[in-house]
Nanobody, 120 residues
Framework: QVRLVESGGGLVQTGGSLRLSCAAS????MGWFRQAPGKEREYVAG???????TYYADSVKGRFTISRDNNYTVYLQMNSLKPEDTAIYYC??????????????????WGQGTQVTVSS
C-alpha cells in the first residue's frame, strides 16, 4: 500500500515562495496536482521514477520545480507565486517505471492535500 504524507503548505504573499514536500513509502513516479474551488483538478508537475525527467504545466513552467531525493521524498519548489496558484495541492504516486514522466492519468495513489494560499 502506497503511503504519501504531504507538508509545507501555507499562506504567502504574491511573489513569495513555498516548498511542498511529499514523503512516500517507496520509490514511485510522482506528481503534484492542485484543485482550486470550482475548478477542475490540474496536473501541475511530474517526475519519473528515476528523477531524470520532469513535466510542468504551462501555468507553472519557469516558476515551479519538482525534484526528489534518495529517501523517497518529492518536493515542489514554488517561486513567484500568484493569487491564481491558490489551491489545495496533492501529491500522487504512479507505478510507471519509464524514462518519461507520468501522464495525468497514470496516478493511482494520492496524498491528503495541503492548502496553498497566495494573497494579493
Amino acid at each position: 500500500q502506497v503511503r504519501l504524507v504531504e507538508s509545507g503548505g501555507g499562506l504567502v504573499q504574491t511573489g513569495g515562495s513555498l516548498r511542498l514536500s511529499c514523503a512516500a513509502s517507496g520509490q514511485y513516479a510522482m506528481g503534484w496536482f492542485r484543485q482550486a474551488p470550482g475548478k477542475e483538478r490540474e496536473y501541475v508537475a511530474g517526475i519519473n521514477w528515476s528523477g531524470t525527467n520532469t513535466y510542468y504545466a504551462d501555468s507553472v513552467k519557469g516558476r515551479f520545480t519538482i525534484s526528489r531525493d534518495n529517501n523517497y521524498t518529492v518536493y515542489l519548489q514554488m517561486n513567484s507565486l500568484k493569487p491564481e496558484d491558490t489551491a489545495i495541492y496533492y501529491c500522487a504516486a504512479s507505478y510507471l517505471v519509464a524514462t518519461i514522466p507520468p501522464g495525468a492519468t497514470d496516478f493511482g495513489s494520492w496524498g491528503q492535500g495541503t492548502q496553498v494560499t497566495v494573497s494579493s
